[in-house]
């Protein structure tokens, strides 16, 4: 895409740090991505629906989901009913996150299922971040307060996920301008819609 050969910044920090660090969003809604110069079409490009706050639920969804996907499908239906999310938001969160690999790890220490940080596993309890159950249900609970804290932004809690909340509180309630969560965002919305079988935005 050719939006990501535009000047943004390269690396996206190690540690996705605790919610409990933070001011939450500011009251009245989060502002929109930044309108100005290459930048702000980056982010625009990055969020297709910016800012649009997706109801909660775990209703069914009518695409089929991968061998893999299949396999973890009633433990993610559960921990979203736990924690009240879209489980198909889950799903897209944990396609493009590992590809349904639950011994994955990221070069950067992230593991699992949802590619916990390990300072986010300690934060949720998590004992073995390999196991598929602990690893879901904590970075179910992680997405769901990172929803609280950005006013139920699903493209800003995902850039969150991604990148860290500081990455986005400190860029003004905006997706930060990295080239890892530039993709990352769209990509699991895309995802999202797929599952869902919606219609590309």
């Not at 109801?55 to 695409?63: A, E, I, L, M, N």
């Not at 073995?128 to 769901?144: I, K, M, Q, T």
């Not at 990455?167 to 930060?176: F, L, N, Q, S, T």
Request: charged content about 25%; proline content about 9%; hydrophobic content about 40%.
């Amino acid at each position: 895409m050719c939006a990501f050969l535009l000047d943004v910044e390269e690396d996206v920090p190690a540690a996705r740090q605790s919610v409990a660090a933070f001011p939450p969003a500011p009251t009245g809604g989060v502002p929109p991505p930044a309108g100005d110069g290459a930048q702000g079409a980056v982010a625009r490009a990055a969020t297709p629906t910016s800012h649009t706050r997706w109801p909660h639920g775990t209703g069914s969804f009518p695409v089929a989901l991968s061998a893999r996907g299949e396999r973890y499908r009633a433990l993610v239906e559960q921990a979203a009913r736990e924690y009240t999310l879209d489980s198909a938001l889950l799903h897209a969160v944990i396609a493009t996150e590992s590809a349904y690999d639950p011994r994955a790890v990221s070069p950067k220490g992230a593991v699992g299922l949802m590619q916990l940080m390990p300072e986010t596993a300690r934060r949720y309890g998590v004992s073995d971040a390999f196991d598929p159950g602990e690893n879901v249900r904590a970075g179910a609970r992680y997405l769901r307060d990172l929803l609280a804290r950005f006013d139920n932004d699903v493209a800003l809690s995902l850039a969150a996920y991604n990148a860290g909340e500081r990455a986005v509180i400190d860029r003004g309630y905006r997706i930060p301008p990295y080239k890892e969560t530039l993709r990352y965002v769209p990509a699991v919305l895309a995802r999202y819609r797929e599952i869902k079988g919606l219609p590309d935005s």
